[in-house]
């Protein structure tokens, strides 16, 4: 594998010292809008307002728990753009949701359901708990709530959740049926990654991660490199890298990491992924047999082909950057990669495809799942994986001519993709009043 020269390893470490320690996701994101908005002829007013979200919501959820005590949660609902159609965006339980995450996250939603040419906006919501500390039923009760919570400015033509961090179909058939109860219909397209029983679609579960595989297969034949001849490490083996992990693993790369909270499964011969439980499947299981255990700071800076951080945001910064020895990032998480860290590895030549691409399998079968809610008409697992396949080589082509015209990094061309979708859009509907 090809290394970066002295010069530019110690560029992108005077870079790190130089540059601020940290940043939200919202910094982030903004961060990246004025950059790519750089490279094109765009209104500045049309970019200072895809700055802001046009509405976040602030809730007080309060729920019973099972010992009759009453504990009240924060939960917020941003919702940045709809201009292309109705705010599309996951739902999180963490401990750690904040406001500006919620912002940030739903701007990001803009620009990769544009990048896929999706007619929705963004949006992105949550919870500030760990829902390792509710029982199921308390977590159906904070889900019921905070659904009511939402109520009026949710909806199949307003905004459509879907599962994140820390919630699953289940809770967005609760999310439905709360929904349903209170409108007096059954109205299943509300949310999406449903179980396919209440109209959740085949396939919608794996997406992201089979999305993710599809884009590192692309970008592989873009730089000639044969998938029997990569290295592959994962950061991250819940849904999306497991998922991601599995499918390379069938096509030919070698999965020499995955890891999980407690550490990384290293092999540098190759991992067996399917002999690997995820993180849905058994928690906190992905290293209980390993012979090699390694942190998942290491498995960050292993010297593979190809390195995918497909678990928490921000995990590639400034710090970490220069010691990053993968040829290409694909980006599972959402902002695995800080704008600090992603300028440092722009001057070390490491390609990064980002996450508004390569995980964009998600959102599209969530569109997939909206149309069948809409038209009452369930496809086969068949036709939503060949459907998925189309959608991402058609937005790897957009990106790819947009990457090679303007001579940008990949994440800069799927902005520009992005945001002339998104520009052109506000300049016809105009500005009202």
Known sequence: MSSSSNASREAAERQAKESPVSESALE??????????????????????????????????????DDGSVDVFNGYRAQHDSVRGPYKGGLRYHPDVTRDECVGLSMWMTWKCAVMD??????????????????????????????????????????IPAPDMGTDPQTMAWMM?????????????????????????EGREEAPGRSVALI???????????????????QGYGSVGANAARLLDEWGA??????????????PDGI?????????????????DADTVISNDELLTLDVDVLIPAALGNVITQDNAADIEADLVVEGANGPTTA???SILETRDIAVIPDILANAGGVTVS???????????????????????????RAWRAVQTEFERHDVTWRDAAYIVALSRIAAAHETRGLWP
């Open 216 to 234: 590192t297969r692309l970008a592989c034949e873009y730089y000639d490199r044969d998938l029997d001849e990569t290295t592959v490490a994962v």
């Open 340 to 342: 600090t860290a992603d």
């Open 28 to 65: 982030t994101a903004r961060r990246q809008l004025q950059h790519a908005a750089e490279s094109l002829d765009i209104d500045p007013n049309i970019v200072e307002r895809l700055k802001h979200p046009k509405r976040v919501q602030e809730v007080a959820v309060p729920i019973k728990r």
């Open 367 to 393: 569109y997939f799942e909206w149309l069948q809610d809409i038209n009452r008409r369930a496809w086969s697992l068949e036709r939503v994986y060949d459907e998925l396949e189309t959608e991402m080589e």
């Open 118 to 159: 999706l007619p929705f906006g963004g949006a992105k919501g949550g919870v500030a708990v760990n829902p390792k500390e509710l029982s199921e039923t308390e977590k159906e009760r904070l889900t019921r709530r905070f659904t009511e919570e939402l109520r009026e400015i949710i909806g199949p033509n307003q905004d």
């Open 272 to 288: 067996d992924t399917n002999s690997v439980p995820s993180h849905d499947e058994e928690p906190e299981a992905v290293t209980r």
């Open 177 to 201: 049926d709360a929904y349903s109860m209170q409108e007096g219909e059954t109205t299943p397209g509300v949310v999406t990654g449903k179980p396919p029983v209440i109209g959740g679609s």
């Open 254 to 267: 070698t999965i020499v990491a995955v890891s999980d909270v407690n550490g990384a499964l290293y092999d």
